[in-house]
């Protein structure tokens, strides 16, 4: 499996890009998927005024159901899909974006800036050191 390395620039461009893409519609609320989405999140939360709301952990998305159609959730990358789809019965009107998708997770995703293969491992900034080796 290859490796993606991404640098704290190249997500901070990224989500500002996403960001732009966003703004096609309204946004008033921003969760985070935990773990992974907290740092994309808050990126995004400070470009667009508004904080994030909660961390959705998708064990348990139940704690958080919503019909809400001004959330935003945000995760670091949209692999297969699958969280997104789980997700998506908890939060129907909610607007999904990552800005990394992979081919089986880009359907599940509303918006996203950069498509990987799907055997690309993406290695994050924030992941531990021994990982981006």
Known sequence: M???ILT????HDDCLTLCHRI?????DLIAAVSRGGLVPAAIISYEMGLPVSFAIDPRRPALHRT??????IVDDVCDTGTTFRALR????NAYFVAPYAKPLGVAACDES???VV?????????A????AR
């Open 2 to 4: 290859s490796r993606y």
């Open 113 to 115: 800036v950069l498509e």
């Open 8 to 11: 704290w620039d190249d997500v």
């Open 128 to 131: 531990p050191r021994d990982v």
């Open 23 to 27: 703004t096609r519609r309204p946004v």
């Open 67 to 72: 019909d809400a159609h001004d959330l935003l």
């Open 118 to 126: 799907q055997d690309t491992w993406i290695v994050m900034p924030w």
């Open 89 to 92: 019965e908890f939060f129907p």
